[in-house]
């Protein structure tokens, strides 16, 4: 009975030994059970894991990954992490709005223009446009250009030309024309429609019309008579100028030379001053033409001349007819004439 104790003594380390492995394979079956596995989606790639964490937030803390402000995560930060779980997060990239000649930065987690703009709350009216489209795909950095259309009806007032009617009168004198009705412009109203794209026109349609008053067309007669009768007959002219006429002779008071001058009695052609020559503007008249001068208040008329001699005085429609006698000058005094110009 006395080696009793001590058969006890030695089987109690051994006890105590099998305790504690027990108690650590217990821990470790209980620790490894409770590891999960979880893939990770992010931007950068896939991230496959190993962890124990009881929540997804718990998981990001001990991963090191932080969620930028806005960015999306398929899974809610308190959900409990479970074997085989497939968590995606995508952090908001940086993209840039042009409107309105003004750059904005913007972040969104999604790619395609349509999710930026929303997720920016900017709204686009019915008939804008951006570039790229909605439905494209852009790559972070990416400008975004939005085009604003606008239509607008404007009316104007639009000046319609009045007709010139030319009728032909053979009692008038060629060359000379008269007014029978004054034209008068007629006034119509335009309506537009403009469309504008940021603020530009793009293009413009007009989409009614209203005449306010009609035009009043002018009434021109023009003269085609040609010939007139003489004591010669029938004689053709090109032209016919009424003009003041006035008379002239040898006189000193006429010229301002005396006989025996140098140039006495000589026109500025180099003629001989004599019944049919007169002075004239060569501007209006050129020298050496050949004119029939007629009378307007039921004297005689002047008859058949040529155009040889200058006058200081004689100036536009002015002509200076010349006579032999001072006489016939003084009763000539001054008084108005039709000039015809003579076919050659």
Same mark, same amino acid.
């Given at each position: 009975?006395?080696?009793?104790?001590?058969?006890?003594?030695?089987?109690?380390?051994?006890?105590?030994?099998?305790?504690?492995?027990?108690?650590?394979?217990?821990?470790?079956?209980?620790?490894?059970?409770?590891?999960?596995?979880?893939?990770?989606?992010?931007?950068?790639?896939?991230?496959?894991?190993?962890?124990?964490?009881?929540?997804?937030?718990?998981?990001?803390?001990?991963?090191?990954?932080?969620?930028?402000?806005?960015?999306?995560?398929?899974?809610?930060?308190?959900?409990?992490?479970?074997?085989?779980?497939?968590?995606?997060?995508?952090?908001?990239?940086?993209?840039?709005?042009?409107?309105?000649?003004?750059?904005?930065? /913007?972040? &969104? +987690?999604?790619?395609?223009?349509?999710? @930026?703009? *929303?997720?920016?709350?900017?709204?686009?009216? #019915? %008939?804008?446009?951006?570039?790229?489209?909605?439905?494209?795909?852009?790559?972070?950095?990416?400008?975004?250009?939005?085009?604003?259309?606008?239509?607008?009806?404007?009316?104007?007032?639009?000046?319609?030309?009045?007709?010139?009617?030319?009728?032909?009168?053979?009692?008038?004198?060629?060359?000379?024309?008269?007014?029978?009705?004054?034209?008068?412009?007629?006034?119509?109203?335009?309506?537009?429609?403009?469309?504008?794209?940021?603020?530009? /026109?793009? &293009? +413009?349609?007009?989409?009614?019309?209203? @005449?306010? *008053?009609?035009?009043?067309?002018?009434?021109? #007669? %023009?003269?085609?008579?040609?010939?007139?009768?003489?004591?010669?007959?029938?004689?053709?002219?090109?032209?016919?100028?009424?003009?003041?006429?006035?008379?002239?002779?040898?006189?000193?008071?006429?010229?301002?030379?005396?006989?025996?001058?140098?140039?006495?009695?000589?026109?500025?052609?180099?003629?001989?001053?004599?019944?049919?020559?007169?002075?004239?503007?060569?501007?209006?008249?050129?020298?050496?033409?050949?004119?029939?001068?007629?009378?307007?208040?039921? +004297?005689?008329?002047?008859?058949?001349? @040529?155009?040889?001699?200058?006058?200081?005085?004689?100036?536009?429609?002015?002509?200076?007819?010349?006579?032999?006698?001072?006489?016939?000058?003084?009763?000539?005094?001054?008084?108005?004439?039709?000039?015809?110009?003579?076919?050659?």
């Amino acid at each position: 009975m006395e080696n009793h104790p001590s058969h006890l003594t030695r089987k109690i380390p051994v006890i105590i030994f099998l305790a504690i492995a027990l108690t650590v394979s217990l821990g470790l079956y209980f620790y490894q059970g409770s590891l999960s596995k979880v893939t990770i989606k992010l931007d950068s790639g896939v991230k496959s894991i190993t962890s124990n964490a009881d929540t997804l937030e718990e998981l990001l803390l001990k991963e090191n990954i932080i969620l930028e402000e806005g960015a999306y995560i398929s899974h809610p930060l308190d959900s409990k992490i479970e074997d085989n779980m497939i968590i995606t997060i995508k952090n908001p990239k940086l993209y840039t709005i042009a409107a309105d000649g003004v750059l904005v930065d /913007v972040k &969104s +987690t999604h790619n395609t223009v349509g999710k @930026i703009l *929303a997720d920016n709350s900017i709204s686009l009216g #019915e %008939r804008d446009f951006t570039k790229p489209g909605l439905e494209e795909a852009v790559s972070p950095g990416s400008t975004i250009e939005i085009y604003k259309v606008e239509e607008v009806i404007e009316t104007f007032d639009e000046v319609i030309p009045f007709e010139k009617i030319v009728n032909k009168n053979p009692k008038m004198d060629i060359g000379t024309t008269k007014t029978i009705q004054e034209g008068k412009e007629g006034l119509k109203k335009v309506i537009v429609k403009k469309e504008l794209i940021n603020g530009k /026109v793009h &293009s +413009t349609e007009i989409v009614g019309e209203e @005449i306010v *008053a009609e035009p009043v067309s002018e009434i021109v #007669e %023009r003269g085609t008579k040609d010939i007139i009768v003489t004591s010669r007959g029938n004689v053709s002219y090109r032209k016919a100028i009424i003009m003041t006429a006035t008379a002239y002779d040898l006189s000193f008071e006429s010229t301002g030379k005396r006989p025996g001058d140098k140039y006495y009695g000589i026109t500025a052609s180099g003629t001989k001053a004599r019944p049919g020559v007169v002075a004239v503007d060569p501007r209006v008249i050129p020298l050496g033409t050949k004119l029939y001068i007629q009378s307007l208040d039921g +004297t005689k008329d002047y008859g058949f001349a @040529i155009a040889e001699d200058t006058g200081g005085a004689i100036k536009g429609n002015k002509i200076d007819l010349f006579f032999e006698d001072s006489q016939d000058v003084y009763r000539f005094g001054r008084r108005k004439v039709k000039v015809y110009i003579l076919n050659d």
